[in-house]
């Protein structure tokens, strides 16, 4: 069997620290929010890496330093052979600028009311000053619209005549303008009513068979990770609780953490709200085991010592004192 560590991958980041330095009041000191603290994972080339967790567990952190919006303060980002630490050279930073690209949750914040959809979608080309020619422009236009489903016509609407979906749509072919290679989805369909969330990830997975696309998506809901991912990480108060293959979490989830967001995504769960208890303040996280304030499974040594990280497999890792494994 092939480890994570041994695929050709598309994003390898390693050791990923970001704290914040967060005022109290006017006259105290700062303090340190650790937003996200020793994330390593692999992305594989044209897989789906999606990464799971509640409201402030550091998944929009991640992304922005992926996308070079944000720099980590300790720990290093690989696309290929081109790495971004402390410092990256311009040609690379350019390549980023270029070959990874994103679509927000929010349609409507992210398209500007007054311009036309195809100004938007030949934006990006517009930024980077590639020289095309008037009808080059215009058959490339033609290419995305029809890429992500949209009428030709659409191309003199304006954000405001369409629907959630259509404009999620706009996103996407803008997102795809310079061919990238890497998309980060964050959140894509969170502001989707149900039936159009569907059509907007089966729209996503067919783009990505047919460009060779990497995707880091992005959602605090487990069943839109589980349908599109082909690896899951699980976060939990910045720190990943549990990584592996789709199966290794879905099928056989070792954190206590997974286990109850995979209960509250039930269809029949009875309470969405699963897990007991509030998520701590990232500015003061629990001593020991980050999630031991609302685990089921917590003993006293959760309380006092963070837990070790284990390997399951080649792809499963779990930390946690005590990993449920006895359906392996
Ligand atoms: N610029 C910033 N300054 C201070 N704190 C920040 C900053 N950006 C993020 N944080 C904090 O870092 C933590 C992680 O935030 P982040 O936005 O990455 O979470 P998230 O998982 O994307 O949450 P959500 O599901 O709500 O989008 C939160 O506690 C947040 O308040
Ligand atoms: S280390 Fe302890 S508290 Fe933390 S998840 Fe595992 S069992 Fe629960
Ligand atoms: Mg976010």
Redesign the pocket.
């Known amino acids: 069997m092939s480890t994570l560590e041994s695929q050709a991958s598309a994003i390898r980041v390693s050791d990923i620290g970001r704290t914040?330095p967060?005022r109290g009041g006017l006259f105290s000191r700062p303090k340190m929010?650790r937003?996200?603290e020793n994330a390593s994972f692999v992305l594989p080339r044209g897989g789906t890496f999606g990464l799971v967790?509640?409201?402030?567990?550091?998944?929009?952190?991640?992304?922005r330093i992926i996308l070079g919006a944000d720099e980590p303060t300790r720990g290093e980002v690989r696309f290929g052979e081109r790495v971004f630490g402390k410092r990256a050279r311009e040609s690379d930073t350019r390549w980023r600028q270029r070959a990874v690209q994103a679509v927000l949750q929010d349609p409507f914040g992210s398209l500007d009311p007054q311009m036309r959809i195809g100004e938007i979608v030949l934006e990006p080309l517009r930024i980077q000053r590639r020289g095309f020619a008037r009808d080059a422009l215009e058959k490339r236009l033609l290419e995305l619209l029809a890429q992500v489903g949209l009428p030709a016509e659409f191309r003199r609407r304006r954000p405001g005549e369409l629907s959630g979906g259509q404009r999620q749509r706009v996103a996407i072919a803008r997102a795809l303008a310079l061919e990238p290679e890497i998309l980060v989805l964050?959140?894509p369909v969170s502001a989707l009513d149900v039936s159009i969330q569907a059509q907007v990830l089966n729209l996503l997975k067919d783009l990505q068979d047919a460009l060779g696309l990497s995707y880091l998506l992005?959602s605090?809901d487990l069943a839109v990770v589980a349908f599109m991912s082909s690896h899951i990480g699980v976060?939990y108060l910045?720190r990943f609780m549990e990584q592996g293959t789709r199966d290794d979490i879905v099928e056989r989830a070792a954190h206590p953490y997974t286990h109850a967001l995979i209960a509250a995504s039930e269809p029949d769960a009875l309470d969405v709200q699963a897990i007991g208890g509030e998520i701590p303040s990232?500015l003061a996280p629990p001593a020991g085991c980050v999630f031991h304030t609302r685990c089921p499974a917590a003993r006293e040594v959760c309380r006092k010592e963070a837990p070790p990280e284990h390997r399951l497999s080649a792809t499963h890792r779990v930390t946690c004192h005590f990993p449920i494994t006895s359906k392996a």
């Open positions: 914040f967060v929010l937003a996200v967790g509640e409201s402030g567990s550091g998944k929009s952190t991640l992304a964050d959140e992005i605090h976060l910045g990232p």
